[in-house]
């Protein structure tokens, strides 16, 4: 927009251009048209006061820089015939000539590039100045190989060294998997063994390389193949481990009907439902709205229902089919043909609810017809024809408890109430009983039935533990006809506890010396509990799992163990007592000084042996002192007095027959 030029008259004011192929004026208003320099006047028109006057201003107009695009690199292999070069994109229209930076390699001659030799060149084409744009050049590299005979990129002398098919275009090193030859991503210098790095021009998650063995465009984000139409494109779906050409078939983490790819497309979470693209902000995602397709098909689960059931009974479930992966629908009863008897009957989510009770006999069969509608206002209409069915009636048979119980080898029963054929009289009923769990069971029957009740009767399998789910059926003569009930089946879980697998160890094993300490462990797996029985030479630890024990003679130690599920089982340990001295022992050094430490004479395990002689000479062999059944008592004194410090010398006498213990004992009192 032109400023008017500064004047002392109110004049108005029009403009020209003196070269229209540079800019135009309309009013006041300036288009450039092309590069140069026009002159552009403005007249003023003379008023009362004041003559016409111009004024005049230079238009410089400078040449645009062309922009050039869309000039990709290309591979040949070295046996391809010459072929010819698109011309990139560009805004300008100057003439392009071409040059190839290694004519080893390919020489160029207008447009047709003709292959010399293995290697890489530059080709560059420069694009000629015109009156509006300056000259302008861009590059690609062309890569010629040895030779491709499968086509898939990979020169046949590089599948020989890699050791895949050259005549197999979809055999090649892959090291990761992401279906792009190592040779090109290394060549494209992307990461041959990152599956998810690999040459991406448009952002659409399909490899350039992909994309050009599909024949779609590697520079359009919206070209990727998709042969289901959903979307996703197939490359995304086979690594994604869906259906490529089932269009409700792709990942959608969130469940919310929008595939993942999408959502990252749409810079929406695809981990969470409630975050997708809403554009109308209608709580349908653009995707849905988009995708939508009408339903196809409406069933119901089950077209009958048995007299005399309350009102309110559920009678089978809607169920539409339509072309879309996540879908709700909404089901209402609905004027038209074949809905004579839609008030007798209401919809609740998609369930078909009964508003009556029916009556076989009054009237069998029922007429309704139903709309499904989808979220996007979809819809589909139906009739349906529900059948009243005459039954008979069920059999009875009151609930039972579960059963919980310790492993018994005697036989078992639980009681039964109840049992009759129902509604009708005269009918015979017959009481049976099965389990899931057969392997638990020596034996399990029912008895006979007396007033509506009967026991099931059952004996357990040897060593039986564990749960076994046992159904009890009724079943009356009535029979099935029409859809009637003539059976009734009650379960409950019995629960067998194990008994405790009790063993029993011994730290000295089970034949030791006189004397010694023997530590007895009981292990029960789950235990709880141990209970000890009073026996010879226990010292400690009957209600623990470990009980120490200083056996005289042979003796059998018993325990009880207790486990979490109340369970008991005995086990028995006997320990055999040899009676050999072995463990019979005198310290050499008595220090009688009255500290309460080593003051008297202590012959260990002397208590077990009890007819026993102790005698104590001194070195001139005199009898200091002389003991029967002796009880480590002595301290050290003769007739009151103390031993004087010195060696004294002893005999242990065991009786006839058996062996005697002599020894020195040394008096230390300081």
Known sequence: ????????????????????????????TVTIVGAGTATITAIQASTSNYNSATATSTLTVAQANAVLSAFANIEKVVTDP????????????????????????????????????????????TQAATSNYNSATISLTLTVVVGDSDGDGVSDSQEATDGTDPNDKNSYKDTDGDGVPDYIELREGTDPNDGSKFKDTDGDGVPDYIEKKEGTNPNNPNDGKDTDGDS??????????????????YKDSDGDGVPDYVEVKETTNPANKDNFKDSD??????????????????????LSILENQASGTTIGLFNTVDGNKVERFTYTLVTGT???????????????KSNAVFNHEVKSTYNIRV????????????????????????????AINNVSLCYATTAQKVSLSGITAGAETGQTITVTAASNNTAMFSALSVGSLTNGNADLNYT???????????????????????????????????????????????????????????????????????????????????NTAELTVRPSENTTYT??????????????????????????????????????????????????????????????????????????????????????????????????????????VSVVRD
Do not use: H
């Open 1 to 28: 927009t032109l400023t008017a030029p500064t004047s002392n008259s109110s004049g108005a004011f029009t403009y020209s251009s003196s070269n229209t192929a540079v800019a135009t004026v309309s009013g006041n």
């Open 82 to 125: 010459a072929f010819s070069l698109t011309a990139p994109t560009s805004n300008s229209s100057g003439a392009f000539t071409y040059t190839s930076s290694n004519t080893a390699v390919a020489s160029i001659s207008g447009t047709t590039v003709t292959i010399n030799g293995i290697g890489t060149t530059n080709i560059t084409a």
């Open 232 to 249: 996703v494109p197939d490359y995304v779906e086979t690594k994604d481990g869906t259906k490529p050409n089932d269009k409700t078939d």
């Open 281 to 302: 902000a209608d709580g349908l995602s653009d995707y849905y709205e988009a995708n939508n397709q009408a339903p196809t098909s409406l069933t119901l689960s089950a």
């Open 338 to 352: 074949g809905s004579t008897d839609n008030t007798s009957f209401t919809i609740s989510g998609n369930q078909l």
């Open 371 to 398: 709309r499904t509608t989808d979220a996007g206002g979809l819809t589909l209409e139906k009739e349906f024809v529900i059948n009243i069915t005459d039954v008979n009636e069920q059999p009875t048979l009151n």
């Open 460 to 542: 357990l399998a040897n060593g039986a533990s564990g749960t076994a789910i046992i159904t009890v059926t009724v079943t009356d003569n009535g029979g099935v006809a029409n859809g009637g009930v003539n059976t009734i089946s009650r379960t409950f879980t019995l629960t067998v506890n194990a008994l405790p697998t009790t063993t029993i160890t011994s730290d000295l094993g089970d034949n030791v010396s006189k004397g010694a300490t023997v530590k007895l462990t009981a292990s029960g797996g789950s235990a709880l509990t141990y209970q000890w029985s009073n026996a010879n030479g226990i010292i400690s630890g009957q």
């Open 559 to 664: 325990v009880i163990i207790t486990n979490a599920s109340g369970c008991q089982s005995q086990s028995q340990f006997t320990v055999s007592v040899k009676e050999d001295y072995i463990l019979i022992n005198l310290a050499n050094i008595v220090t009688p000084n009255g500290d309460g430490v080593n003051d008297k004479l202590v012959i260990k395990n002397i208590d077990m042996y009890p007819s026993n002689e102790v005698k104590v000479f001194d070195r001139a062999g005199r009898l200091l002192f002389s003991t029967r059944s002796y009880t480590n008592d002595w301290d050290m004194t003769v007739n009151g007095s103390p031993l004087a410090e010195g060696t004294y010398y002893y005999i242990v006498d065991f009786g006839a027959g058996n062996p005697k213990m002599k020894g020195f």
